[in-house]
C-alpha cells in the first residue's frame, strides 16, 4: 500500500503544481484585469476620457451610420473599412474598424504630422504597415481637418493635448493599445 499511496501524493503534487503554476501566469499576464467594466467606463484611473461604448456592430455598405456619440468618434457601427496607411485622412469607418481591432489612431489637423509626433507613435508601436493595423497593434497617424492639437483615440476613449510632447499622449497610447472593442458574439 505505500506504493499505491505515494504514487497518489505525487500526482496530486504535480497537480497542485500546474494548477498554481497557471493561476501565477494568468495573475501575471493581467488575463483577469484586462476587460472589467471599470477599465472601460473610465473609473479605473485608465488614461483617457471615457466615451459611451455604442457597440461594434458592422454595416453594409451604403447603410447610413448613426449619429456618433463624439467627433471624431471613439465607437460606434460602421462599414468595416482596412487602414492602408497612416499619416492621411481617415474615413469614419475607417477610424472605427481601426478601434475596433485595438489600434490606437493620433488625429492631427495639419497637413504633415507634428514635430515629434511620429517619433511618440514608433516608439510605442513601431513603423506603422497594413498587417500590423490588421492585427490591432498599430499606432496610426491620421490628418483630421479642423482638429486642434492632437487627439489621441482608443475604442471608447479619447485624450486631447496641445502638443505630441505631452506625457499623456505616450501613456495614452501605451495603455490602449491592442485592447480595442469587447468581444462580442456576432449574428
Known amino acids: 500500500m505505500t506504493r499505491v499511496s505515494s504514487a497518489l501524493e505525487w500526482i496530486a503534487i504535480v497537480v497542485a503544481a500546474l494548477l498554481i503554476a497557471a493561476g501565477a501566469i494568468a495573475l501575471l499576464s493581467g ?8 477599465a472601460l467606463n ?3 484611473g485608465a488614461p483617457g476620457i471615457g466615451v459611451r ?5 458592422h454595416l453594409r455598405p451604403g447603410q447610413r451610420p448613426p449619429r456618433y456619440d463624439s467627433n471624431p468618434p ?3 457601427p ?13 474615413s469614419d469607418n475607417q477610424l472605427l474598424q481601426a478601434l475596433e481591432l485595438g489600434n ?3 488625429a492631427y489637423g495639419s497637413p504633415a504630422p507634428p514635430a515629434g509626433l511620429e517619433r511618440v507613435a ?3 508601436a513601431g513603423p506603422f504597415t497594413p498587417a500590423l493595423a490588421a492585427s490591432g497593434q498599430a499606432v496610426i497617424l491620421a490628418r483630421r481637418p479642423g482638429t486642434r492639437g492632437v487627439i489621441g483615440l ?3 476613449r479619447l485624450i486631447h493635448v496641445g502638443s505630441p510632447s505631452a506625457p499623456s499622449l505616450h501613456r495614452f497610447a501605451q495603455y490602449w493599445l491592442g485592447r480595442g472593442a469587447p468581444r462580442q458574439k456576432r449574428p
Open 42 to 44: 473610465g473609473s479605473s
Open 31 to 38: 488575463y483577469f484585469a484586462g476587460r472589467d467594466a471599470a
Open 74 to 76: 471613439t465607437s460606434g
Open 78 to 90: 460602421h462599414v468595416p473599412v482596412a487602414v492602408r496607411k497612416d499619416d492621411a485622412v481617415l
Open 104 to 106: 490606437v489612431v493620433v
Open 53 to 57: 461604448d455604442t457597440g461594434d456592430a
Open 122 to 124: 514608433r516608439a510605442v
Open 154 to 156: 482608443a475604442w471608447a
